[in-house]
C-alpha cells in the first residue's frame, strides 16, 4: 500500500527567494520558439547552445529507454501510453510543455521556461516586459528595467545562487514517495557543482564567481527537499506484472505537546515504526482494517509505557 510522505521544507531557506514557486502556477509556457533561439535574434547564442545540452534531449531520453519508462507509470498509477504527455507526471521535469497542448505529446526536452520561469500569457507574465530597456550593445544587461520588472511576474533570477540551486533541486533531487516505490532513482547522485563547471546549464556570459561553485548552498537547497530512506525488497519478475521495489523504513517520533489527548501525549519522547502493512494493494477491506487496527494498538500500547 502507498501513503504520501510529506516532506517539511525549511522555511528560512526558501523564504530567501525572490519568486515564490507557488506564485508561478498563474503563469504559462509559451515555448522556446517565443524566446528568440533562432538565428538572428536575441537569444540565439542560447539557443545553439541548448541544442547541445544534455537537458535538449531529455524526452528523447524517455522514448530511448521507453520500457523503463513504461515500467515507472504503470507502478505509478498511470495509463502507460500517456507517459510522454504534458499532462503526465514525467512531464512536469522532463520536458516543455506549452500551454495548450497539455494533452498532446512532448517533443522538445527541458528548454527555457522549465528553469527561467513560464513567460506567458504576453500581456501578464514576463515575455513582453523582458525586453524593455535593451541595448543594442547589451541586449541581455540585467540591470535594464525591463529585467527587473520581469523578476516581478514570474521570471526567477538564476543569477542568485539561492534560486538556482533550489530550481535545480526542485527536478533532480526526488522525495515524493508514490514515485520513489516505483523504482524511480532519487537523483541522489546529481553533482551540481561539476555541472556548473562543465557548463551542463550554464549559458552565461560572465566568469565564474566563487559564489558559484560554493557548496553550501545547493547543500541547504538538498537539505530542504530531504528523501525518505528505503530498503530494496524482492526484484521484479522479467516479464511479470509491476510491483513497488521498496519498502520505507521511516521512523515516527511523537514529542510531548500538551495538547494532544492524552492518549497520544507520552510523557516523553517517543520513536515509533511507521506504519507499513505488507499486503496487497487488491487486499481486501477487512484484511486493511486489521491491520489499522493493529497499528492503532501498538501506538497505544507503546506511548503508556512511557
Not at 504559462?28 to 540565439?44: I, K, N
Not at 522532463?94 to 520561469?117: A, D, L, P, Q
Not at 500581456?123 to 516586459?129: A, D, I, M, P
Request: proline share 6%; hydrophobic share 30%.
Amino acid at each position: 500500500m502507498r501513503f504520501q510522505v510529506l516532506a517539511i521544507c525549511s522555511v528560512s531557506f526558501l523564504a530567501a527567494l525572490p519568486v515564490c514557486y507557488a506564485q508561478q502556477k498563474k503563469y504559462v509556457t509559451l515555448g522556446y520558439r517565443s524566446c528568440g533561439t533562432e538565428r538572428g535574434t536575441c537569444h540565439q547564442f542560447d539557443g545553439n547552445w541548448w541544442k547541445r545540452d544534455p537537458h535538449f534531449s531529455t524526452v528523447k531520453d524517455l522514448k530511448r529507454k521507453k520500457q523503463k519508462s513504461l515500467q515507472f507509470a504503470q507502478a505509478y498509477g498511470m495509463n502507460p501510453g500517456d507517459y510522454l504527455k504534458g499532462s503526465s507526471k514525467c512531464a512536469q521535469c522532463h520536458g516543455e510543455v506549452v500551454n495548450g497542448r497539455e494533452n498532446k505529446n512532448m517533443n522538445t526536452g527541458v528548454s527555457c521556461e522549465n528553469c527561467h520561469g513560464p513567460a506567458g500569457p504576453k500581456e501578464v507574465g514576463y515575455f513582453e516586459v523582458h525586453q524593455e530597456g535593451a541595448l543594442p550593445q547589451d541586449p541581455l544587461d540585467t540591470s535594464r528595467t525591463g529585467y527587473q520588472k520581469a523578476l516581478r511576474v514570474g521570471q526567477l533570477e538564476l543569477r542568485n545562487v539561492t534560486v538556482r540551486v533550489m530550481t535545480c533541486v526542485r527536478c533532480h533531487q526526488i522525495n515524493e514517495r508514490k514515485l520513489l516505490e516505483t523504482g524511480h532513482p532519487t537523483g541522489e547522485g546529481f553533482d551540481y557543482i561539476k555541472g556548473i563547471k562543465n557548463n551542463i546549464s550554464r549559458h552565461w556570459d560572465y566568469k565564474l564567481r566563487r559564489v558559484d561553485l560554493d557548496e553550501a548552498p545547493y547543500n541547504q537547497a538538498v537539505q530542504s527537499k530531504p528523501i525518505p530512506q528505503f530498503v530494496l525488497a524482492s526484484a521484479r519478475i522479467p516479464g511479470g506484472p509491476v510491483v513497488n521495489t521498496r519498502s520505507v523504513t521511516d521512523t515516527i517520533v511523537i514529542y510531548v505537546d500538551p495538547e494532544l489527548p492524552s492518549w497520544l501525549n507520552p510523557q516523553s519522547t517517543v520513536s515509533l515504526k511507521s506504519f507499513d502493512p505488507q499486503i496487497s494493494e487488491d487486499a481486501p477491506v477487512d484484511s486493511i482494517l486489521l491491520e489499522i487496527k493493529k497499528y492503532i494498538e501498538y501506538v497505544h500500547k507503546t506511548i503508556n509505557q512511557k
